[in-house]
């Protein structure tokens, strides 16, 4: 299991299905793209030597890695109304029509499972009947409620918007954090460890984690989305709650400090987590995971309507709005370690 696998089925049963067993595709939106963007900017930031890690020269990298994305996937151009010319359009011979991109696949072995880079977040202890209450979404997303009208999800954009919202977010990262003064220990690095006597498979990816000379450890996250209203920062610490616990678990050491970076709104929040708290975080995973696990047993996933569902991509397949869901697939014995996916950031 992984944050982002966590989240869907908190937020609806039946998203999980679709992502982690169906594995539908799902069209990135610009501000999915533009988040694996900068986190692929702040990456390679890091490779420069210290004095070289200004915002200008953070700014010179958006274009090339774009283009480098755009090189990989060729689809991805299909975000503007119209394919730019010279923003890292993709050969002729290496042209392709618009199509969805599809999702990496799941993180967990035979029952579906992120990400990476979820905001969903159960309330600490075990979940009711299985299946835990929905946590509130984060500033910028719908409020909960009755099913709405999709989301502005393909809301048109030109290839000089795009990048200069990139170099904007790159802008508030060098307000809350000055990079020529660290040196992470690990970037984009994987973590995982079994609980529940090897029942569960825990993974994902740390976008950074810094080690103090004294041994302490810090989780970095970087967020592209606005800050979360103060009422659900616990919701937007899930992630980094997950991350804490399997560091523990594999280290023997709980992080001194989880640290999320809004980076359109230039704010941080730092959390301190305790070993009491990471044990009940524990038994909260390990009940979420039953629930799935039964869920996938019996090929039970429900909707849960809420105002979430005009950001969905899948309304279409949605008994909540008429659809029907495809036969349930037959699972794999396995799955690939799914790789850093900030598109759910």
Not at 314 to 333: E, I, M, N, R, S
């Amino acid at each position: 299991m992984s944050p982002s696998r966590a989240a869907d089925f908190k937020t609806c049963p039946l998203l999980y299905r679709f992502r982690s067993i169906d594995r539908l595709p799902e069209r990135p939106t610009p501000d999915q793209l533009r988040g694996t963007l900068v986190h692929a900017v702040l990456d390679r930031l890091f490779d420069l030597p210290a004095q070289q890690r200004t915002p200008n020269r953070a700014a010179e990298l958006v274009e090339p890695q774009w283009r480098r994305m755009v090189e990989e996937q060729p689809e991805l151009l299909g975000v503007f109304a119209q394919a730019p010319a010279g923003l890292g359009e993709a050969p002729a011979e290496q042209a392709r029509p618009q199509q969805a991109v599809p999702r990496q696949a799941p993180l967990d072995q035979g029952a579906p499972d992120q990400g990476a880079r979820g905001q969903g977040a159960p309330e600490q202890g075990a979940p009711e009947q299985g299946a835990p209450e929905q946590g509130a979404p984060e500033q910028g997303a719908p409020e909960q409620g009755a099913p709405a009208a999709p989301g502005p999800r393909d809301a048109a954009v030109t290839p000089e918007e795009f990048l200069a919202a990139a170099r904007d977010l790159l802008g508030g990262y060098f307000s809350v954090e000055d990079p020529r003064r660290l040196a992470p220990a690990d970037r984009e690095c994987l973590v995982s460890v079994e609980v529940d006597d090897g029942r569960l498979l825990l993974r994902g990816y740390i976008d950074r984690l810094d080690v103090s000379p004294a041994g302490d450890l810090r989780v970095v996250d970087y967020k592209t989305g606005g800050a979360p209203r103060e009422a659900f920062e616990a919701r937007a610490l899930f992630q980094l709650k997950f991350y804490a616990l399997v560091l523990w678990r594999t280290r023997g050491v709980v992080p001194k400090v989880l640290r999320l970076l809004y980076l359109k709104d230039a704010e941080v929040c730092d959390y301190t987590p305790e070993v009491d708290e990471l044990d009940r975080f524990e038994r909260t995973l390990i009940a979420l995971w039953q629930a799935i696990d039964r869920a996938t047993e019996q090929r039970d996933f429900r909707p849960k309507p809420s105002r979430l569902c005009g950001w969905c991509a899948h309304q279409a397949l949605c008994p909540a709005f008429g659809g029907t869901p495809p036969p349930f697939p037959v699972l794999p014995a396995a799955a690939p370690i799914e790789p850093p996916d900030p598109m759910d950031d």
